[in-house]
């Protein structure tokens, strides 16, 4: 059958042009890894996070690929040169071997992805026998190339949860991996804590989840050791052997097009060049500097590494009425329903509602004085178990008269009393002006209003868009959130363009008690609950202006102070893995929070005093930099001590289970008595 000439011509034009194009593809593939992977920690922006995702995919499946269609074609001495490249390329850059943690647990099934990558480029090379001329370059790519994918293989094994080794601190491989931490390291690192400034603690947190991205997602861990440096002199001397034995050789002699000889050059000089950029990367990271590779004098590109921003610093904001009242046609939710694609578009319209709030050194400042405030009452393990479940009911309960307002958080779950405190957050925020905002402490003015708003917003966020991490403690967030917009839907007739100020008032002006509010609500009769937006939080909201700040008339103080302490709690009930999975994505406040808790020994993590000193093998506490010496790392093999690891662990969960039926007790006598009303 006849081809029509297009066809013919695409077809001459693929079977020329396949592989010499696929090869240039996967050139610049890891020539876009090497510059940009690094940018997803420090933006965390999907537009950047998206194309690094798809690179990283497509740079294994054209490597692949190409060294397949080799195997089957026709092969020169020529492109049995180029296979080796496809290899090197598989090796990946030093700045990203893996994109999630689930990449470094299939170590394994990479390792047997190696060895059958290297049996096809050896048949390929085999193929292109008995050809002389390009012997010795090509052996030389051909090792480089299996010294970088044994690099990056090996990488995903270190990094694998199994295997974990975090490099110059201790505390974060016990709460990923275990065991439990020592009490001598909680000790050294609460007094650490206390002792530094908040700059200090800062880039300390921040250069800790730094090592941990490094750790987790690049090469360095294998090349930060003699041997490391070893292998790569080996690979660089190999590549640069290959490029000087390939220029000695006459173009004649290996009769090749123009085309194929800068092709060559290309992938020669690219090689080079990506492993330059490699080695800047190696002198520049973190890693070298907690290894203390980096010379400690006041250069400034000392100092440039040491404060340079590690995560994205931005502070996602998600605003219930904004977000969730404004609601689609109902033409359009009958057209996703049929379809089964209502969550996208739901995901779709909450990321455009997302805005975003820089991280500024006086909500650090709040934030870190509020959780020092909280461990000074936690000098022993149990006593830092009890204050990590604290969920707001703290600060309320630590003044007689706050006291009244500590059914918020206590006759609610975690889920409703989060969204009660949102919205009455929401109309304190929309009655007061901003002139009445701040308050003046040690000097400093504090806009504990702001603080208040921006961490509402962003706890909402997290209910929202992370679901991962709050998972633990929001089972039932979907029906929360799904009565509360039937709930404004029922009393705003046409809620597409509200207001938050007429939002506000509307809600203020309302009376619970009222008959309007029975007639407005008539179902809650009939379905025994209370709306939370319109009761809850009304209720709430008024007890809160009831108070008085000094020339304040809404305690704005207070309610950052229990924003912080529900930050708290979401912080550290969420799984460690999973805050170990936000350096990748461009870091998020909470999980700070979650590494500072730890530091300062709040958490459920740690083991008791019981052990015996005599039972600790070694500390490694010699190292004098200031920056090092405060992260002891404790070897522990007694069989005693992991015994009491275990029994503190059964202690913990036991303190766990018992709080969650003590809040599963408290809401039913809430259901029943609602029932009874």
């Not at 009890?386 to 889920?415: A, C, F, M, P, Q």
């Not at 207001?499 to 309302?510: E, N």
């Amino acid at each position: 059958m006849l081809r029509p000439p297009v066809v013919e011509s695409v077809i001459k034009l693929w079977s020329t042009w396949k592989i010499r194009g696929l090869i240039i593809l996967s050139l610049l593939v890891q020539s876009f890894l090497n510059l940009f992977a690094p940018l997803r920690r420090q933006r965390g922006n999907k537009w950047i996070v998206v194309p690094i995702w798809l690179t990283y995919l497509l740079a294994d499946w054209v490597a692949t690929f190409t060294i397949g269609l080799m195997g089957r074609a026709e092969v020169s001495e020529i492109l049995a040169f180029w296979a080796p490249f496809l290899l090197l390329h598989l090796g990946g850059p030093d700045a990203i071997t893996s994109f999630s943690l689930e990449d470094n647990e299939l170590w394994l099934r990479h390792l047997f992805g190696l060895m059958l990558q290297i049996g096809s480029t050896v048949y390929v090379i085999l193929q292109s026998l008995p050809g002389k001329k390009l012997w010795l370059p090509t052996l030389l790519v051909f090792i480089a190339g299996i010294i970088k994918y044994a690099e990056r293989n090996y990488a995903f094994y270190l990094a694998s949860f199994d295997h974990f080794e975090e490099p110059a601190t201790g505390i974060i491989k016990n709460l990923l991996v275990g065991p439990l931490v020592h009490p001598q390291v909680r000790y050294t690192n609460r007094e650490v804590i206390k002792e530094r400034g908040s700059k200090e603690v800062l880039l300390k947190l921040e250069t800790e989840l730094s090592l941990l991205y490094e750790a987790l997602h690049t090469k360095l861990p294998v090349v930060c050791c003699k041997m490391g440096y070893v292998f790569r002199a080996i690979s660089f001397g190999c590549i640069f052997g290959a490029l000087l034995s390939f220029g000695l050789i006459p173009n004649h002699y290996h009769q090749l097009g123009k085309f194929e000889i800068w092709l060559t050059y290309g992938l020669l000089i690219g090689a080079i060049t990506l492993d330059l950029i490699s080695i800047g990367f190696l002198i520049f990271s973190d890693f070298n500097l907690a290894l203390g590779k980096i010379p400690t004098p006041e250069w400034k590109i000392v100092a440039w590494i040491k404060n340079r921003r590690r995560w994205s610093r931005r502070i996602p904001q998600c605003n219930f009425i904004t977000c969730f009242v404004n609601d689609r046609p109902y033409w359009l939710n009958k057209l996703a329903e049929f379809f089964h694609i209502r969550n996208v578009l739901d995901a779709i319209k909450l990321s455009r509602c997302l805005s975003f709030r820089d991280f500024t050194e006086q909500v650090w400042d709040f934030i870190l004085e509020e959780v020092k405030r909280k461990a000074a009452f936690a000098a022993t393990v149990e006593q830092g178990i009890k204050i990590s479940l604290k969920r707001g009911d703290g600060i309320l309960d630590s003044n007689n008269e706050y006291r009244r307002l500590i059914w918020s958080v206590k006759d609610l779950d975690y889920s409703k009393s989060l969204l009660t405190w949102h919205f009455a957050t929401d109309l304190c925020f929309h009655d007061e002006d901003d002139s009445s905002s701040s308050n003046n402490m040690d000097g400093h003015l504090i806009n504990y209003k702001a603080i208040s708003k921006l961490l509402s917003d962003y706890m909402l966020y997290l209910m929202e868009m992370q679901p991962g991490m709050m998972s633990t403690v929001s089972l039932d967030w979907k029906d929360v959130h799904k009565q509360s917009c039937d709930d404004i839907k029922c009393f705003f007739n046409s809620p597409s363009n509200l207001d938050g100020k007429y939002f506000s008032r509307a809600i203020l002006q309302l009376d619970p008690d009222s008959r309007d509010f029975l007639f407005k609500f008539p179902f809650y009769r009939g379905a025994k609950r209370y709306p939370i937006l319109h009761y809850h939080a009304h209720k709430l909201a008024h007890q809160l202006k009831g108070f008085h700040e000094g020339s304040h008339r809404i305690p704005w103080k207070l309610m950052s102070q229990v924003w912080v302490e529900i930050m708290c709690y979401a912080a550290i009930n969420c799984k460690p893995n999973v805050h170990a999975q936000q350096p990748s994505k461009g870091g998020e406040l909470i999980t700070l929070v979650w590494l500072l808790m730890n530091h300062l020994g709040i958490g459920t993590q740690f083991a008791s005093p019981e052990t015996k000193s005599e039972d600790i093998i070694s500390a490694d506490d010699t190292n004098a930099d200031d920056t090092d010496a405060d992260d002891v790392r404790l070897e522990v093999t007694s069989d005693d001590f992991r015994a009491g690891h275990e029994k503190n662990r059964f202690k913990n969960a036991a303190l766990l289970v018992m709080h969650q039926r003590q809040r599963q007790r408290q809401q039913a006598n809430i259901e029943q008595s609602q029932n009874l009303i």
